[in-house]
């Protein structure tokens, strides 16, 4: 079961490349009994429950405080006020740039989708206008078939053997990201083109996913790449960007290419902006959110304008997003107040279905976990879902006898004649066989009368199962689009329904509005956001008359999709047991103190520390803490010593590399001095402390840890409330809070994950275990 | 020059209360030589230069963080999960109730405007055609000046003798106390009544002036009144909402009102929740946030709902905001990629003129604060402005020849025939003659050629000045209008300059566009706003596309204004010499550490403390502390004692009110325990220490803190950095932070002063001084 997990969770190659860091020889001669992660493996339990009362070890947090040692203080005191407005500069350069580039892998992916699916269409149509009089229609299904199939397999494949971590949407692990956990290779470069191939052969295999929720993902990881000014993986150094290398300033920069990517997928700026502050950030800071902005906006202006060459209408500005909900006219679609109780409902409609939407895929995630772990699997799934999806499009096009006039001016950009008279067209194969983007639009936009209320009702159902079970594959994609489609089905449905019973209104005569409306019921009941979801959904709808029935829709849609179940993000981060910090603690949990919270005893370094001790505490793979308190001991006492710093383990590890030991400081007077810039460079991958060579010898010296370590951590008193220290770890975006006596003296620690840990459950205040999964 | 001081400063009434309180004889027996407030008004420099390099220590701070102690964790403790429900819950409907209010305030002003506007119009018209051929218009201009005089005379006599600090746009004032700075009485009931009535008056009687900046000063009084569910004025308590009586619950629904506030002034609910956090909120919280977008929403909802039934079309939502852009529809007035310089350009124009008139109002402002202090001499001198306008604008009228032909539907207002020919109207009267409003609509949306540039130059110029010199006169009025109105005028020129040098050009033929644009650029040039301007215009047009364009050209104003001087609302807040804390420390102020910054020495009181001791620190006026850092003696040793606890002025008052004595517990065991609802029945007006009778006797009671007191205050080491000092206070809104020394010994307080003294000159970090003024 173990392993099972292992190959599941998100983080699975951080096992590995662990594993293989300890394969290694030991070179620093550590006495300590060494426990090595096999051991500790096999010697977990067996079965790991896998439900979401546990919290993982094996998550590490982002550090969102600076380490304000000397050589900190030190470099920026010499800095000069220019240097600090060229800094602004850079980031403003460095924002531009993010959203430059994600509006270009934007307009990528969608060329290459629109190549791709034209190609399909061409090729399947052609063979079943061949067929469809000689009877051999289950040729052309094979045909179908198999051509998705392949498509998927090629995206399956990548994702599973390349890069785990590139599945679904990306959404729930940048949320994680900017909550402050550290996912591992979330924003690499292999990432990113893993989820770029991966999602244009996952769209165009026909599955039923969306390629806006892999943007954001996009976003993030170029963001994080261009505003470090080189690439690990490539092992290129571009020596720019330097002072942006530490967490702080790269949670910034991935907040903005979030929104750039969001900013792209939906030609929404402001609300890519609302997205990532809703999502990420905890503390507001107004030159930051409009930085972030710029790079919204250049990313949707990018995508805009290299669209619109693509299209041969050069300047013209009209496409802002890879989704285009069309122009909706004020005039025509004009709401009344009477129809804001309807609204209301549908929001009801749509927090119902989301609710089982999720529900029905967190069993499915369950049984993926328990039984469909290894990748070849994985790809075989996926290869099934595809074949299946086409074969119920086939089956429902095929057996559904809803034809419709082609309209004169040909608006329907995949019309399929099937079994219909000349001059028409099958209205189910319009709903399935174009790009969900276009069914999407076409749901909104087209002529009342264009699908009857069965076809309607026969997609909704199918398009709903498909769509449940295809989301959790192994595959790049998002669920933004189908829980939009399946939302403008059944919303047209209703809308319908409304105009047949009171045949004289004419304001219910537009089925389009109702469309609308339902999918916005639909995606809020599935991943229940709020503020930035109307934003999205008023920007992409290009009219602002919508916001309130909107909003008021996403919130019914959330109140009663709450009552059930979470979001599909959030089951998806729960599953992964990610020690995710909401916005604040536990309402009734002022009953804990910091005292009951924190983690003792802890392991302290004294200010002057020797080698060996060092060595040996960071080899202990029991512990694996990653932040120690520096202490001063009074003289000949035995009580415990006095806070005066906290050091990190990347920090020490980049000392002993270094050897930047007391007494070899002495002999080698010529010695260059340790600068930030050595720790910078280690940073973000620093190497393990097992590949770090330490002789007998110099596990005698001694290192003064001075001059490296915070000296001003912030502290918190014992008897500190619970929603106290969490608003001071969350509003700050800490990763260690030292927990000290009245007398200054170390008592504990307090990390993400004894924050995590208490959350409200069905019968109040739980607590999670911590388990090594 | 005290005096002077003490007429025009935003917080003049709180020096007379003090004054007042300090009138009553002093009952508590203090031994202290006590300097009465007068003699200390004395004894301050007679002279004080009133420059921007002073900071006032008259200013308060609000207290964001809650004082944990044991009766808040007993409350907290007993309250169940479903008692945070209703809490909750009655937060939400707290913010509805915000937001309905807010919109019928709005509608209220935006009916009896209306109505005295067009009152106002058939008087002077009628006396106009009567008069103009008989030659008479000089009549007629006594007549418009006399009644534009007697409508601002009233504005100006409610502000000036009844509510000074209802002056003005409000925006400053609810900017510093959404920043935490305590502007005395800019929440009441009172200035509430003043506000609006005093904006009706003033733009009724045709200053120039709008009626939207007062919207968010009046949404943001509403929401503190609405959410304590009483009111101090009238001495009535309904009883309800009593948890929300504390800083941190206000600040969130004052956050509220004030997006209501802009919701209904542009209609632009989204643009007002980026309004309240990009001025107030610090910490961002997801929940919060959706209720002010609630609050919001139901704001503009309520506005277009009520206007849509005095409109006699009822259900017809097409009037969300005090303000109406018109219908900007996309195909006709698109923009191309080449235009994108000249925004760029206009931004640019947009930032000089804007600076121009920053400094120029500056400059008014110190004079005025010189010399124009007396009640009655604002009101002439609000009286001689009113004239001087009717004059001007009579003038430009009667002197313009820019005759237009009256249109088929007579879509102009407030058509003007005066010298024209029949079927025919004067443009400028167009202009000059309407409400600001109106006149922005038409600069927007007329059809080319109805503006000639000569007329369209006139306005600007004489507009631009008269702006100037209304913008801080003493009547409730905003700067958004008037602003606007220029830019639309000059960017209208701009582009009826631009399609006659480019003649064939036919994307240039619609100087609407360029309108818009430059009343974007003449608006972000004076206010510098960012973000949540770009999405206020945009939401304003109705039309998303205008997005990038707006956001560029407000960027540009902004980097081009900043340059010369900042921004119109920051330069009142630096003339009122407020403590204001940026979104961040300057940036070479790493120099500064926490033992530069603190206040030291500190007045600090032990667990157990003299009646006597407290009242006598209380009284003491050449002080004035409000928080207390509580602390435990070391059992006869000398050195500094160790921190425990701090406690807050109010709280003390409160204790001092009720005898919370050792001595008298011990004798009456009977006595009702203090509960939490006493200190939030004296919330905010905590009565002065002077009203608390104290005798002799009483004064050697002893006091016990502990129960009291905040046991966990935020504390920092000496050794920490301005910066990191900075961020934990801004980032937790704090009023006091506790500096202590690596045994925990207090050895300093650091507080708003400490931290707002610091800002970037021209030549690096200055050091403002502290001053009572």
Same mark, same amino acid.
């Given at each position: 079961?173990?392993?099972?997990?292992?190959?599941?969770?998100?983080?699975?190659?951080?096992?590995?490349?662990?594993?293989?860091?300890e394969?290694?020889?030991?070179?620093?001669?550590s006495?300590?009994?060494?426990?090595?992660?096999?051991?500790?493996?096999?010697?977990?339990?067996?079965?790991?429950?896998?439900?979401?009362?546990?919290?993982?070890?094996?998550?590490?947090?982002?550090d969102?405080?600076n380490?304000?040692?000397q050589?900190?203080?030190?470099?920026?005191?010499?800095?000069?006020?220019?240097?600090?407005?060229?800094?602004e500069?850079?980031r403003?350069?460095?924002?531009?740039l993010?959203?430059?580039?994600?509006g270009?892998?934007a307009?990528?992916?969608?060329?290459?989708?629109?190549?791709?699916?034209?190609?399909?269409?061409?090729?399947?149509?052609?063979n079943?206008?061949?067929?469809?009089?000689?009877g051999?229609?289950?040729?052309?299904?094979?045909?179908?078939?198999?051509l998705?199939?392949?498509f998927?397999?090629v995206?399956?494949?990548?994702?599973?053997?390349?890069e785990?971590?590139?599945?679904?949407?990306?959404?729930?692990?940048?949320?994680?990201?900017l909550?402050?956990?550290?996912?591992?290779?979330?924003?690499?470069?292999?990432?990113?083109v893993?989820?770029?191939g991966g999602?244009?052969?996952?769209?165009?295999?026909g599955?039923?996913?969306?390629?806006?929720?892999?943007?954001?993902?996009?976003?993030?990881?170029?963001?994080?790449?261009?505003?470090?000014?080189?690439?690990?993986?490539?092992?290129?150094?571009?020596?720019?960007?330097?002072?942006?290398?530490r967490?702080t300033e790269?949670?910034d920069?991935v907040?903005?290419?979030?929104?750039a990517?969001?900013?792209?997928?939906?030609?929404?700026?402001? @609300? #890519?902006? &609302?997205?990532? *502050?809703?999502?990420?950030?905890?503390? +507001?800071n107004?030159?930051?959110?409009? $930085?972030?902005?710029?790079?919204?906006?250049?990313?949707?202006f990018?995508?805009?304008?290299?669209?619109s060459?693509?299209?041969?209408?050069?300047?013209?500005?009209?496409?802002?997003?890879?989704?285009?909900?069309?122009?909706?006219?004020?005039?025509?679609?004009?709401?009344?107040?009477y129809?804001?109780?309807?609204?209301?409902?549908?929001?009801?409609? @749509? #927090?119902l &279905?989301?609710? *089982?939407?999720?529900?029905l895929?967190? +069993?499915?995630?369950?049984?993926?976990i $328990?039984?469909?772990?290894?990748?070849c699997?994985?790809?075989?799934?996926?290869?099934?879902?595809?074949?299946?999806?086409?074969?119920?499009?086939?089956a429902?096009?095929?057996?559904s006898?809803?034809?419709?006039?082609?309209?004169?001016?040909?608006?329907?950009?995949?019309?399929?004649?099937?079994f219909?008279?000349?001059?028409?067209?099958?209205s189910?194969?319009?709903?399935?066989?174009?790009?969900?983007?276009?069914s999407?639009?076409?749901?909104f936009?087209?002529?009342?009368?264009?699908?009857?209320?069965?076809t309607?009702?026969m997609?909704?159902?199918?398009?709903?199962?498909l769509?449940?079970?295809?989301?959790?594959?192994?595959?790049s994609?998002?669920?933004?689009?189908?829980?939009?489609?399946?939302?403008?089905a059944?919303g047209?449905?209703?809308?319908?329904?409304?105009?047949s019973?009171?045949?004289?209104?004419?304001?219910?005569?537009?089925?389009g509005?109702?469309?609308?409306?339902?999918?916005?019921?639909?995606?809020?009941?599935?991943?229940?956001?709020?503020?930035?979801?109307?934003?999205i959904?008023?920007?992409?709808?290009?009219n602002?008359?919508?916001?309130?029935?909107?909003?008021?829709?996403?919130?019914?849609?959330?109140?009663?999709?709450?009552?059930?179940?979470?979001g599909?993000?959030?089951?998806h981060?729960?599953?992964?047991?990610?020690p995710?910090?909401?916005?604040?603690a536990?309402?009734t949990?002022?009953w804990?103190?910091?005292?009951e919270?924190?983690?003792?005893?802890?392991?302290c370094f004294?200010?002057?520390?020797?080698v060996?001790?060092?060595?040996?505490?960071?080899?202990?793979?029991?512990?694996?803490?990653n932040?120690?308190?520096?202490?001063?001991?009074?003289?000949?006492?035995?009580e415990?010593?006095?806070?005066?710093?906290?050091?990190?383990r990347?920090?020490?590890?980049v000392?002993?590399?270094?050897?930047?030991?007391?007494e070899?400081?002495?002999?080698?007077?010529?010695?260059?001095?340790?600068?930030?810039?050595?720790?910078?460079?280690a940073?973000?991958?620093?190497?393990?402390?097992?590949?770090?060579?330490?002789?007998?010898?110099?596990?005698?010296?001694?290192m003064?840890?001075?001059?490296?370590?915070?000296?001003?951590?912030y502290?918190?008193?014992?008897?500190?409330?619970?929603?106290?220290?969490?608003?001071?770890?969350?509003?700050?975006?800490?990763r260690?809070?030292?927990?000290?006596?009245?007398?200054?003296?170390?008592v504990g620690?307090?990390?993400?994950?004894d924050?995590?840990?208490?959350?409200?459950?069905?019968?109040?205040l739980?607590e999670l275990?911590?388990?090594?999964t």
């Amino acid at each position: 079961m173990a392993n099972i997990t292992k190959k599941v969770s998100w983080s699975s190659r951080a096992d590995e490349s662990g594993a293989t860091g300890e394969g290694t020889p030991l070179l620093n001669g550590s006495e300590l009994p060494k426990y090595s992660r096999q051991d500790s493996l096999r010697g977990r339990p067996k079965e790991i429950p896998h439900n979401e009362k546990l919290l993982s070890l094996k998550f590490e947090s982002l550090d969102y405080d600076n380490s304000e040692n000397q050589l900190f203080l030190e470099e920026e005191r010499r800095m000069s006020y220019m240097g600090f407005r060229c800094l602004e500069i850079s980031r403003w350069v460095v924002c531009g740039l993010i959203g430059f580039m994600t509006g270009l892998i934007a307009c990528f992916i969608d060329i290459v989708v629109e190549k791709l699916a034209g190609v399909k269409y061409q090729v399947v149509k052609q063979n079943i206008e061949k067929f469809t009089e000689v009877g051999g229609l289950s040729i052309s299904l094979i045909l179908w078939a198999v051509l998705n199939s392949a498509f998927v397999m090629v995206g399956a494949i990548i994702v599973a053997f390349f890069e785990p971590i590139a599945a679904g949407s990306g959404i729930p692990q940048i949320k994680c990201y900017l909550n402050g956990v550290k996912i591992p290779r979330v924003v690499r470069l292999k990432t990113l083109v893993v989820k770029v191939g991966g999602v244009i052969c996952s769209v165009a295999g026909g599955l039923a996913v969306g390629k806006e929720g892999p943007m954001i993902h996009s976003g993030a990881v170029v963001a994080a790449g261009v505003s470090q000014g080189r690439s690990t993986s490539l092992k290129k150094d571009f020596k720019i960007f330097e002072y942006f290398r530490r967490d702080t300033e790269k949670r910034d920069f991935v907040s903005a290419g979030a929104a750039a990517g969001v900013s792209a997928a939906f030609g929404a700026p402001v @609300g #890519g902006v &609302l997205f990532s *502050l809703e999502e990420g950030a905890s503390f +507001w800071n107004q030159m930051l959110t409009w $930085r972030i902005f710029f790079a919204s906006m250049i990313s949707t202006f990018t995508l805009n304008f290299f669209l619109s060459i693509y299209n041969n209408k050069t300047g013209d500005l009209s496409s802002p997003g890879l989704i285009n909900f069309g122009r909706f006219e004020s005039d025509s679609v004009a709401y009344n107040l009477y129809e804001i109780p309807l609204f209301i409902a549908m929001g009801a409609i @749509g #927090g119902l &279905l989301g609710a *089982l939407f999720n529900i029905l895929n967190y +069993w499915l995630t369950i049984f993926r976990i $328990r039984y469909v772990h290894r990748p070849c699997l994985q790809v075989m799934e996926a290869m099934l879902v595809a074949a299946v999806t086409a074969t119920v499009s086939f089956a429902m096009i095929y057996f559904s006898n809803d034809c419709q006039p082609l309209g004169p001016d040909h608006a329907e950009e995949y019309p399929l004649q099937l079994f219909c008279a000349d001059g028409e067209y099958n209205s189910m194969a319009t709903a399935f066989f174009n790009t969900p983007e276009r069914s999407v639009r076409s749901l909104f936009h087209n002529q009342p009368g264009t699908y009857n209320p069965l076809t309607l009702g026969m997609f909704t159902l199918t398009y709903f199962f498909l769509a449940c079970w295809t989301y959790g594959l192994t595959v790049s994609a998002g669920v933004f689009i189908p829980s939009l489609l399946i939302g403008a089905a059944w919303g047209r449905l209703f809308g319908i329904l409304l105009a047949s019973i009171t045949s004289s209104g004419s304001i219910w005569a537009d089925p389009g509005k109702y469309a609308l409306i339902g999918a916005a019921a639909q995606l809020g009941g599935i991943v229940r956001m709020t503020l930035s979801l109307t934003v999205i959904m008023v920007e992409a709808t290009g009219n602002v008359t919508y916001g309130l029935p909107i909003m008021l829709v996403l919130m019914t849609a959330k109140i009663v999709g709450d009552y059930f179940v979470e979001g599909l993000y959030d089951i998806h981060i729960k599953l992964q047991s990610v020690p995710f910090l909401h916005w604040e603690a536990p309402a009734t949990s002022h009953w804990l103190t910091a005292r009951e919270v924190m983690s003792s005893p802890v392991t302290c370094f004294n200010r002057i520390e020797k080698v060996g001790t060092i060595v040996d505490v960071l080899s202990n793979t029991s512990t694996n803490h990653n932040g120690f308190p520096v202490v001063v001991h009074v003289a000949g006492s035995d009580e415990p010593a006095k806070l005066c710093g906290l050091i990190l383990r990347s920090q020490l590890i980049v000392l002993l590399k270094h050897k930047v030991f007391v007494e070899l400081a002495r002999s080698r007077l010529t010695q260059r001095k340790l600068q930030l810039k050595d720790f910078r460079d280690a940073y973000p991958r620093f190497p393990p402390i097992q590949s770090i060579h330490v002789s007998q010898d110099e596990r005698e010296c001694m290192m003064d840890l001075t001059e490296f370590m915070n000296p001003t951590p912030y502290t918190v008193p014992q008897e500190t409330s619970l929603p106290r220290v969490f608003k001071l770890f969350r509003a700050l975006g800490l990763r260690h809070l030292v927990v000290v006596d009245d007398e200054n003296k170390v008592v504990g620690l307090v990390t993400r994950k004894d924050l995590a840990r208490y959350h409200l459950g069905k019968h109040g205040l739980e607590e999670l275990q911590l388990a090594q999964t």
